[in-house]
């Protein structure tokens, strides 16, 4: 709980420092020359006295209010993504600033995001966090523009909008990289069949990564489905059926992989003995809980969240330019979460 009887000039005094060292610590200023040992003990100082500034008198002063935005396209229903949220509201909380989240849908329209941005800003929001629930392309509203703006898992068609994305590419490589570790050649992939940056880079990733390896990537079997546990499993049943019968599989999503565990039961092949599969998303609820548990590829939705988060707070302070960072997205690692489902040929 704040105290509004103590001021900075006390925390200062507390900390036997100067009201100017209290100001650069407590609003994280990048350009102070303060030593480690004096930020930990002013913010020790202030969390003890209950010092919490006066958000008025600052946003008098500086015209910010402290507020950000973050528009999100079903992440807020989906645990899956929602990591992109949590992300966010930490890092926001660490620089002293708080989150207001409006949810909306990828299918609306653009009049309707427009208006859910203009909501955002009649707040007085001192930027704005657009969030997607997968990696796509996205016609921004115009009145985006008003305030600094970053996209989180999407890309602006418009090109000219500070974003981050996960390297879909390069988790593709991890994965089949995984399976070609294990001693896996005859390697098959599962792939989306939406016309989406993920369906083309993953695929882009496998086959350069099998051409790498000495074998024919433009000609390793590959099954197209919705990405979904059905589809998944409709294109692993087909996969499956080959008289070449790959020996792994690398597919799309979770879910996809778990409708190749369904193919893979009811065909008799034990899953890793006769049949090695990795996933990609890492969604826990499926990953976590496969038997055995699915070896999968992590989107960083955590890492994405608060990745934009910094930027655009920096933005706000004049400590960065976005239109620098605009000149293309940052793309960020997709990390191997190994569990049970690989193993080498015949094990």
Known sequence: MSNKNIGIKDVARAAGVS??????VLNDVSYARVSPETKEKVRAVAEELGYGPNRLAQALRTQRTGMLGLLSEDIATTPH???IILGADEAAKRRGYNLMILNTSASASLESRTADVEALLERRVDGVLYATMYHRNVEL???LDSV???LVDSVSTSGNVCAVIPDEEGGARTAVAALLDAGHSRIGFLNNTDDV???RLRLQGFRKTLDEAGLDGGSAPV??????????????????GRSDRPTALFCYNDRMAMGAYRAAAELG???????????FDDQQLIAANLHPGLTTVALPHYEMGAWATEQLIDAIEGK??????ALSPTILDCPLVVRDSIAAPGA
């Open 19 to 24: 009201v100017t060292t209290v100001s650069h």
């Open 223 to 240: 099954e197209s489905a919705p990405s979904e546990v059905h589809g998944g499993y409709e294109a692993a049943l087909r996969m499956l």
């Open 269 to 279: 092949l034990a899953i890793p003995k006769e049949l090695s599969i990795v996933g």
């Open 320 to 325: 960065n330019e976005l239109s620098r960072l």
């Open 81 to 83: 993504a929602g990591r």
């Open 197 to 199: 940056p993920a369906t």
């Open 141 to 143: 509203p115009a009145n």
């Open 148 to 150: 600094p703006s970053v």
